[in-house]
Each structure stands twice: as C-alpha cells, then as structure tokens.
C-alpha cells in the first residue's frame, strides 16, 4: 500500500508548477507593456510641456516665425476649445473629456498586454495630460484654462504637440481595431454575415 503522499502527486504537480510559471511570465509581460505605455505617455507630455513654456517665453505677442513659407509658421494662440481650435465655448467640458479618457486609459492598462497599444495608448495618455495641464494651469482659471497652440498650418488650424500625440495615437488605435488586435494581445476577426436560409 502507497503511503500518504506517494503515487501522483508529482505529475499533478507538474501542470500547477507550469501554470504558476505561465502567469508569472504574463505577469512580467504586462510590466513591460505597462512601463512602455508611462515612458511613451511621460516623453509626450515633457515635449509638449517643454515645447509650450519655451514658445511662450519666446514667441507669444511676437510676430510669426514662418518654418515653410507662408504654409507653416509659429505663432502662439491661446485656444479655450478642443483640438484645431473646435468648440470654444465648452472649455470645463472638454477638461472633462480630457479627464474621462485618462480614466479609460487606465481601465484599459489592467489588461494591457501588447506592444502597439502600448505605444498608442501611451501617445494618447501623454497628450491628454499635456492639454489637461494647460486646462488647469493656465488662465483664466482652474478647469477654465486656454491650450497653449502654436503650429499653424496654412488653410487648416493652429495645433500643439500634445494634440499631435492625441492624433497619432488615435489613429494607431483605429489601425489596431481595424486589424483585429485587442489590448489584451488576442485578435478578433469580424464574420461576415451569413445569406438568408444559410
């Protein structure tokens, strides 16, 4: 007769010892991702931080500065809208928006796991920040602050960094979704509908 103990407890033990090592593994993975996402959201913001506080020390009440022509110049506007200047009426609104996305975006981060929505949320979370901290810093009040722009492209709008990183990492989203990849690392795939009687 087997003693208590004896017999297969070492191969039962074997699958919880490699389940046990596949979470750690994922565990780790999603560090990475996680620490990719901050240092790609902290690089945004610095930029556009940076970018801010030094066109406003040189440029703003100056002339524009034209970088092509008459088709790019620098010129400081403070914009109490969204992004290219939309809806400036809505100012504690769209402080609000900026807020809610942050908030969505760490959400999203418990299961982050790949690397392109890593980086694309990071570019999202950076400019977001960038924008929410002119909402709050700047005049003419808390929640109430005007967006510091200064790109302006002829026939289009006048834009910053941070609207930029927001505009990129949008579009790395939807090129993602578009893709079937999910946040989580797994793919999707749309089925196509069926016919009739199918």
Request: net charge positive; with cysteine.
């Amino acid at each position: 007769m087997s003693a208590p103990g004896d017999g297969p407890e070492p191969a039962a033990a074997a699958p919880a010892a490699g389940a046990t090592a596949a979470s750690g593994a994922r565990a780790a993975l999603r560090r990475r991702r996680l620490g990719v996402l901050f240092s790609v959201a902290l690089l945004a913001y610095l930029i556009d931080l940076g970018s801010k506080l030094l066109v406003v020390a040189r440029l703003e009440g100056r002339s524009p500065i034209k970088v092509i022509g008459e088709v790019m110049t620098l010129q400081v506007i403070r914009n109490p809208g969204a992004a290219f200047g939309m809806g400036q009426t809505m100012t504690v609104v769209f402080t609000l928006i900026a807020s809610a996305v942050i908030v969505v975006i760490w959400r999203i981060s418990r299961r982050l796991y790949s690397l392109p929505w890593a980086i694309a949320l990071g570019l999202l979370l950076g400019g977001a920040l960038g924008n929410l901290t002119d909402r709050i810093f700047r005049s003419p009040g808390i929640f109430r602050g005007h967006v510091v722009d200064f790109i302006s492209v002829q026939h289009f709008a006048v834009f910053n960094l941070a609207d930029s990183a927001i505009v990129c990492g949008g579009i790395l989203v939807v090129l993602l979704s578009f893709r079937g990849s999910n946040p989580d690392g797994s793919t999707h795939r749309t089925q196509p509908a069926k016919a009739d009687g199918e």
